[in-house]
């Protein structure tokens, strides 16, 4: 299906139009990633500008799943390979990452992965139909340490509203960080939302599911002896 304009970012929260979770520091793209770029866009990724039906995107009607943020892309690759009945939409913001993730879909034919190069916020609002989703991945998001800074944290109140409604029945939201205190921010952010449910029955963080690769970041930080929180909710 041809696809159409996209509803008007006036839309959007106030909060989400006033504040960036993210900062652009493009780093030198690789030789692979810029021909990953040349020769695989039209394939893989989504313009933002455009409205789309999702089925008729990946050609069929399967779980929908969103990861924020996925970096250099392996993670998300990994996923996508091992669930092949699952649809994927990575979403970020810096090219050599996309560059990255779209030379490993091409070489792997991971024909159920498609990628937004934009703001996952507003791509969430305007191109995402509510109780849609079956998972929203958030892992390793920029912690914004500086107490000056933490009104940049993408996981705020308006977010996990949105995400919330995003998600179908039963969908999940899995986030995971390696800053204690950004776990904590998080937790206390998820547990405020009446329609998300831990399913940790303690209240607290879980063991990381099996269905999240380890990235080599994180097995680097694990060596380095740093602790990873993983936080997953249910949507009721």
């Known amino acids: 299906m041809p696809p159409t304009h996209s509803p008007s970012s006036q ?39 455009q409205h789309y039906d999702l089925a008729g995107v990946f050609g069929r009607n399967a779980p929908l799943v969103v990861e924020i943020g996925f970096g250099n892309g392996e993670g998300l690759a990994a996923m996508a390979a091992s669930k092949p009945e699952w649809n994927f939409i990575g979403i970020e913001v810096h090219r050599p990452g996309v560059g990255h993730l779209l030379m490993l879909a091409a070489r792997q034919g991971l024909d159920n992965v498609r990628v937004f190069c934009h703001d996952a916020v507003e791509i969430l609002e305007q191109q995402i139909p509510d109780h849609c989703l079956a998972a929203v991945h958030l892992f390793f998001p920029d912690p914004w340490p500086k107490r000056k800074h933490h009104k940049r944290r993408i996981v705020t109140t308006a977010f996990v509203d949105l995400v919330a409604r995003k998600l179908a029945g039963g969908g999940r939201f899995h986030a995971a960080t390696d800053w204690k205190p950004y776990a904590e921010w998080m937790l206390v952010e998820l547990r405020k939302e009446p329609r998300l449910q831990n399913i940790n029955s303690e209240g607290g963080y879980c063991p990381r599911p099996a269905e999240r690769p380890m990235t080599k970041f994180e097995q680097r930080g694990i060596k380095l002896g740093h602790k990873v929180w993983d936080l997953v909710f249910v949507r009721k």
């Open 11 to 49: 839309h959007l929260p106030q909060h989400f139009k006033k504040i960036r979770s993210f900062v652009l520091r493009q780093g030198r793209l690789t030789a692979a990633q810029q021909w990953a770029l040349d020769t695989q866009w039209e394939t893989f990724c989504l313009d933002h500008n």
